[in-house]
């Protein structure tokens, strides 16, 4: 492995005395419910299994009407903190997300003309017994034709209508740029004119690679790398209708969505380990690392856009994953939903300390 792991005690968490993890009780219940009712979550290549958790799962159930000291207890009670350490010698580094609050019709209008589409029934997922030697390891979709599998048209020629006809559409959109940007968050909050709502989460994507048009747009001197964030990349974008398109076409991956209940509006989407967000306190991680369900501790100085002016540091759950987040010490923060979520996310780029918390019992496994 790349890292090592250093056990440490919990008073070495910087800021714990004063953390107040107790909203990560109901998303251990939560995600209880899922491992037992559903199926366990994917063990990464670290090991740590759905199993190995269950039993703090199931201890969360004891801990009633929790404040912050119960809270911390329960952890100090079930679980051991180690540090992540790389072993190239850098620190951890975390961005943040959020759920984008969108305006939309759910018939195509004048006004509402650029659609969120569902995955389609031709787009399969690859692995080693379907994958042509054509198509590089990185594609996990491709499309499935009659006699062959072959590359899924990319972003461009979905938004200039290749898939028109096919009522895949979920719902449309005044702006384009605000579709764009919900298939860069994974997830949106639907309004429809008559004030209902609908959650819709990342159902599958095109296969091809993410390509970041903040990057395109600093190499090309649009904007300043110093200053670059969601905002101003949208600032951008707005500004420049007729070379927006280009821009966002330059991103190939195309993401497709899926309609996802959420009783309680508090919570944010259901994501990858299928369970709300709970914002704040989700942390987007490597799933080939690390396995979801798994509590982490980030410890960041200088990130201080999150929790009100103060360094951040905080307890979290891994609940989700994306194409950006690669390595053992690489998180993304789940910031909330709405514009406001989106202004104290947007500008999150900062190296953080991770710890991550293994279940006791399993702890023995790491301390060599």
Known sequence: MDFALRKVAFSDLP?????????????????????????????????????????????????????????????????????????????????????????????????????????????????????????????????SMEDRIEEYPDRRAIETGCLAGRGLEIAFARSKTDVFFAHVQGAARLIFPDGSSERITYAAKSGHPFSAIGRLLIDRGEIDAATVSMQSIKAWLDTHPEEADAVMWHNRSFIFFREAVVDDPALGPVAAAKVPLQAGRSLAVDRLIHTFGVPFFIASDSLTRIDGGRPFHRLMLALDTGTAIVGPARGDIFAGSGDEAGERAGAVRNEADFFILIPKAAAARYEA
């Open 15 to 143: 800021g714990w005395a004063s953390d107040d993890p107790s909203d990560l009780l109901p998303a251990l219940r939560r995600c209880r419910h899922h491992v037992e009712t559903i199926k366990p979550h994917r063990t990464g290549s670290l090991g740590i299994s759905s199993h190995d958790l269950l039993p703090a799962y199931r201890a969360a159930d004891d801990v009633e009407a929790p404040d912050a000291f119960a809270s911390r207890t329960f952890f100090e009670a079930n679980f051991q903190p180690f540090a992540i350490e790389r072993r190239d010698g850098k620190p951890g580094f975390v961005t943040a997300f959020f759920e984008p609050t969108v305006a939309v019709s759910r018939e195509r209008t004048t006004e509402y003309v650029f659609p969120f589409y569902r995955r389609p029934d031709d787009l399969v997922d690859l692995d080693a017994t379907n994958r042509p030697a054509s198509l590089d390891e990185s594609f996990a979709f491709a499309r």
